[in-house]
Each structure stands twice: as C-alpha cells, then as structure tokens.
T-cell receptor, first 114, second 112 residues
Framework: DAGVIQSPRHEVTEMGQEVTLRCKPI?????LFWYRQTMMRGLELLIY????????DSGMPEDRFSAKMPNASFSTLKIQPSEPRDSAVYFC????????????FGEGSRLTVL | GNSVTQMEGPVTLSEEAFLTINCTYT??????LFWYVQYPGEGLQLLLK?????DKGSNKGFEATYRKETTSFHLEKGSVQVSDSAVYFC???????????FGDGTTLTVKP
C-alpha cells in the first residue's frame, strides 16, 4: 500500500524565492496535516484539513505561508517569499475518516533557504 | 489546552539495557495516547497506542500503559538493541478537535 507521498524530498533555494511543497495523502484518508520540524522548536502543527476544508491554521507562522487542498488526493504548502528561518523539515500526515488519532506521516521535505 | 511533557534527552544506553522514557500529559476529556518513533531521515511512524485508561499498548518489545491517575504514558523496553536508536515522541489526540499534540521528542542512542 502506498503511504503518504511528499515531494520534493530536498529543496535548496535562495531567500526571496517561492517554495511549493506537495503531499499526496493515503487514499481514503480525509484528514491531512502539515507539520514543521526544527531542532529549536520541535514538531509544530501548521495547518490541518478535514474533507479538504482548512479547520485550523493557527500554527501558520505568517502570511508568507499558505496551504491548499484542492481535492482529496493532493495538498500544497507554499512559502512566498522564503527566508532562511524557514529552513526545516516539513511533514505531511494523513488520518482516516472518523479520526482515530493515528497519524500516517510522509518522509518529509527538507527545505534549506540560503 | 492540551500538552505533553517528555523526559529530556538524549538518552544513551548499552545494548540489552532496560529503557524507560517518561511521558506525562495534560488534557481535557479522555484523549487517546500514542508513542511514535522517528528513524534518521524518515517520518514519524506509530509505535504503539492506548485509547482508554489502564490500556496497555505494545509493539516490538515496547510497552506503555495509560495511567489516568498519574496522567502518564511511560515507554518501556526490557532489552534495547542498537536498531532501536531513534527519536521517540509521545502524543495525545483530542478526538473532538481532530488533532494531536506532540511532546518534544527524546533521542535514544543504543551502543553495542
């Protein structure tokens, strides 16, 4: 069975550039979460969707960050413009309907902003 | 709000040693509790879970018991292996809010 698929796995970009991270959740899962992981702040929930609708985006750092889920099988997290402090590993996770609390994580996208 | 507090790391043990990683939580209602493991370069994966008080989750020799009276969910393993070296996260899920709260993670290194 395919797990959560994220792309790109690694991204190196320069400050000011736009970055788009992509996620394909597990088929049939209807909740999707974006997390950011850094050494300093640990694992932070940025935003989550239920049935493609954003439910809580209180963790999104600022207006430079935006996330969309146009359909049940695809989500994007965009940073525009990117800054060095955005360097982190970004994880996407999905959960099946009826939210049991168990999350299935992708392998992450490591972002480095120079 | 909900919170999870984990034992600070890093933890370094010799192979076959006994492992305990402490986890306590604060939550309204009756959350489900989880331990996730993250191996280098990978995402988090579920290690074990417990959905109600006194439940014991177990997997791959790891165990944790949901203790409501002490609001704890400590992770234990009787004999660790080098392959257990990873970062371990304690988490709780608020089923009403539809989201999880994670601890800061504890890095475990097991030496041969």
């Amino acid at each position: 069975d395919a797990g959560v698929i994220q792309s790109p796995r690694h991204e190196v970009t320069e400050m000011g550039q736009e970055v788009t991270l992509r996620c394909k959740p597990i088929s049939g899962h209807n909740s999707l979460f974006w997390y950011r992981q850094t050494m300093m702040r640990g694992l932070e929930l940025l935003i989550y969707f239920n049935n493609n609708v954003p439910i809580d985006d209180s963790g999104m750092p600022e207006d430079r960050f935006s996330a969309k889920m146009p359909n049940a099988s695809f989500s994007t997290l965009k940073i525009q413009p990117s800054e060095p402090r955005d360097s982190a590993v970004y994880f996407c996770a999905s959960s099946e309907s009826g939210y049991t609390g168990e999350l299935f994580f992708g392998e992450g996208s490591r972002l480095t902003v120079l | 709000g909900n919170s999870v507090t984990q034992m600070e790391g890093p933890v370094t043990l010799s192979e076959e040693a006994f492992l305990t990683i402490n986890c306590t939580y604060t939550a309204t209602g009756y959350p489900s509790l989880f331990w996730y493991v993250q191996y280098p370069g990978e995402g988090l994966q579920l290690l074990l879970k417990a959905t109600k008080a006194d439940d014991k989750g177990s997997n791959k020799g790891f165990e944790a018991t949901y203790r409501k009276e002490t609001t704890s969910f400590h992770l234990e393993k009787g004999s660790v292996q080098v392959s257990d070296s990873a970062v371990y996260f304690c988490a709780l899920s608020d089923l009403n809010a539809g989201k999880s709260t994670f601890g800061d993670g504890t890095t475990l290194t097991v030496k041969p």
